[in-house]
């Protein structure tokens, strides 16, 4: 009887192993598809060799890197190795410290019985990637996430109320933050020196902006106060240098010392409802910032001239919205300030300013950061048009923007732009500088469009492309050469007329030019930006003329002629000797030029060349009154035989 009973027991007991050890496997198994909510903590950690090796824990409660230590028989987890962790529904809370400096920690899962997360929990787990945030969490405390680097995503649930103090200091990764409405309060530096921060959603239950709360999130752009808050901090936006677009909620009353300084504020809004108000403004509130240039619609009223006394008054039940004005140059040689905001395109400046009556009276643009958006077609066919700024707000230059600007020589686009649409500079034959900005840290890629450039590329005819061909056609498209067309340029290979410029002459300092800097409809532009200049060749100028002065004594006089144009090239520095004595003059043919640059030198007797490959053709001879003198020649192409001894005999020549 006895018997039967212990073997019922056995049975249990290995039922019960067989069950447990299952239900490990699964876990584990779960782990490695992905978080899941479990009831053991799960830790992943390296090994020995990068080995990846997995731990399942039984904790219960409060949990932190001291608990997970004892309950780990194996003895080989450290801060140093743990990869991911799983909470365990069974724990309620993460203590203070609990994983701070787990500097290979990538990710962790929070479950919802977690209620609490304690200071400095992940301070400097400069690995950690993403984490989510239960809805049992009432509050981010102070350091929870001070250095987490790394840290690129993160979710604050509706549940939290409060963010301490330096909750998210030194995120450098995270760019986008969405405060919920839940959270009425923001603790000093919650979020300062996040640098990559780009925008910040803050809610109507905020009632103040902390001291330095937001300081030196550089890449910020622009911010909304809302109508709760009525007081903003001292330092609260310090040094956000790319800051530019600011709104001030309604009932603001104080705007500490420094709030704003070192920001470069181009459109600053004052709400307002009530029949009369004031703020008052502390130290320095705008230190670096000339609020002189921020102007009413008006166009004389400025913040500078307004803010009395440190106190910046309300007349008016609208408010007040000082920014840097959209400036036109007429063709007419006078300029006007046209004071709009978002979208921006000739029609909208022509219903701004009477002055601005059709689109061949524009010469120059320049547009403010307060402006968000250039519209389709905003200047298509503005013919007088010859340089335009794009601002650092905008991102995307649409289809047909610049379509037809005949006379558009320079163009600067902004840090934000990204794409650049169907042919947006079509037909643009004068451009001769490009300049793409990039402020940040990392390559910016640019998507070009269709057929972008058109005619300023270099095609023939204003239909069709022409590929491959070393002679080209009016229209349609000729194939079969060696060589073909740059991608999302349409750029034809055939000897350009002077109404095209080809873009392959757009080049950098470095000689590399626009054209070949398309890969696969990508521009890719470096920290610092690119700046693409027109280089031409000199196709038709003589070497000499019948008529010439003398050699200049200093060495910043160039040599002159009074019939015909100088000889010129990207390297300006003028011939100079120690001599007075006019060269000897003579008559010649201009020399040929091909396309690609290609120069060489020579320092040896006229009879006899060493030629190598520097800038310039420059020959030392003596002349027949035994002075030294210089004779400068430009070769732009492959140098022939023809070419070099044509430049022997013009040296003889002059002996």
């Given at each position: 009887m006895y018997l039967k009973y212990l073997v019922l027991m056995v049975l249990i007991l290995i039922i019960f192993v067989l069950l447990r050890h299952y239900y490990y496997n699964n876990n584990n198994n779960n782990n490695k598809e992905g978080f899941q909510t479990t009831t053991y903590t799960i830790i992943e950690y390296t090994y020995g060799d990068n080995n990846i090796e997995t731990v399942t824990l039984n904790i219960t409660g409060d949990i932190d890197f001291n608990k997970i230590k004892n309950a780990d028989e194996s003895e080989a987890i450290t801060k140093e190795n743990i990869k991911s962790i799983i909470i365990g529904n069974r724990v309620t809370s993460i203590g203070g410290n609990a994983f701070d400096m787990c500097s290979s920690l990538t990710n962790i899962n929070i479950p919802n019985s977690v209620t609490s997360i304690g200071e400095n929990a992940f301070d400097m787990c400069s690995s950690l990637t993403n984490i989510n945030i239960p809805n049992s969490v009432t509050s981010i405390s102070n350091f929870t996430f001070k250095d987490c680097e790394s840290l690129t995503n993160i979710t604050i649930p509706d549940s939290v109320t409060s963010i301490g103090s330096n909750a998210f200091l030194y995120c450098k990764a995270l760019e986008t933050i969405i405060i919920p409405d839940s959270v009425d309060t923001l603790n000093q530096e919650a979020f300062s020196s996040c640098s990559a921060l780009k925008s910040v959603t803050i809610p109507n239950s905020v009632t103040s902006i902390p001291l330095m709360c937001f300081a030196h999130c550089s890449a910020l752009l622009s911010i909304t106060i809302p109508d709760s808050v009525t007081s903003i901090g001292d330092y609260a936006f310090y040094f956000c240098k790319a800051l530019e677009f600011v709104i001030i909620g309604k009932i603001v009353v104080t705007i500490g010392n420094n709030s704003f300084d070192s920001c470069p504020i181009e459109y600053i809004e004052f709400k307002n409802d009530l029949n009369e108000r004031s703020i008052g403004f502390g130290t320095d509130v705008f230190n670096g910032l000339d609020t002189s240039k921020l102007k009413l619609s008006t166009g004389t009223t400025t913040l500078q001239s307004e803010i009395n006394n440190s106190v910046l008054s309300f007349p008016k039940e609208e408010g007040l919205i000082f920014q840097t004005p959209t400036v036109v140059g007429l063709t007419n040689g006078t300029t006007v300030n046209v004071y709009i905001t978002g979208d921006i395109s000739f029609d909208i400046l022509k219903i701004a300013d009477a002055s601005i009556t059709n689109k061949n009276s524009i010469k120059s643009i320049i547009i403010p950061?307060?402006?968000?958006?250039?519209?389709?077609?905003?200047?298509?066919?503005?013919?007088?048009?010859?340089?335009?700024?794009?601002?650092?707000?905008?991102?995307?230059?649409?289809?047909?923007?610049?379509?037809?600007?005949?006379?558009?020589?320079s163009v600067i686009i902004g840090n934000s732009v990204t794409s650049i649409g169907t042919q947006a500079f079509r037909f643009c034959p004068a451009i001769e500088y490009i300049e793409f900005k990039n402020d940040t840290e990392e390559d910016?890629?640019?998507?070009?469009?269709?057929?972008?450039?058109?005619?300023?590329?270099?095609?023939?005819?204003?239909?069709?492309?022409?590929?491959?061909?070393?002679?080209?056609?009016?229209?349609?498209?000729?194939?079969?050469?060696?060589?073909?067309?740059?991608?999302?340029?349409?750029?034809?290979?055939?000897?350009?007329?002077?109404?095209?410029?080809?873009?392959?002459?757009?080049?950098?300092?470095?000689?590399?030019?626009?054209?070949?800097?398309?890969?696969?409809?990508?521009?890719?532009?470096p920290p610092g930006g690119l700046i693409f200049q027109l280089f031409t060749n000199t196709t038709t100028t003589p070497l000499a003329t019948t008529t010439t002065t003398p050699l200049a004594t200093t060495t910043t006089t160039p040599l002159a002629t009074t019939t015909t144009t100088p000889l010129a090239t990207t390297t300006t520095t003028p011939l100079a000797t120690t001599t007075t004595t006019p060269l000897a003059t003579t008559t010649t043919t201009p020399?040929?030029?091909?396309?690609?640059?290609?120069?060489?030198?020579?320092?040896?007797?006229?009879?006899?060349?060493?030629?190598?490959?520097?800038t310039e053709i420059k020959v030392l001879y003596t002349h027949t009154l035994n002075r030294s003198s210089d004779l400068q020649f430009r070769i732009d192409g492959n140098v022939t035989e023809t070419q070099l001894q044509y430049i022997e005999d013009i040296i003889k020549g002059q002996q």
């Open positions: 950061n307060s402006v968000k958006n250039i519209m389709d077609e905003a200047f298509l066919n503005c013919e007088k048009l010859e340089s335009v700024i794009i601002p650092n707000e905008v991102n995307s230059i649409k289809g047909f923007t610049f379509k037809l600007c005949s006379s558009l020589k910016k890629p640019i998507s070009i469009g269709w057929d972008v450039y058109g005619d300023m590329a270099g095609n023939s005819s204003s239909e069709g492309s022409i590929e491959g061909s070393s002679e080209g056609s009016s229209e349609g498209s000729s194939e079969g050469s060696s060589e073909g067309s740059s991608e999302g340029f349409n750029v034809a290979v055939e000897e350009f007329s002077s109404e095209h410029v080809d873009i392959s002459k757009l080049k950098l300092s470095d000689g590399k030019s626009l054209k070949d800097s398309i890969t696969d409809d990508i521009l890719s532009i020399l040929a030029t091909t396309t690609t640059p290609r120069n060489v030198s020579s320092t040896s007797s006229p009879s006899s060349f060493n030629f190598s490959d520097p």
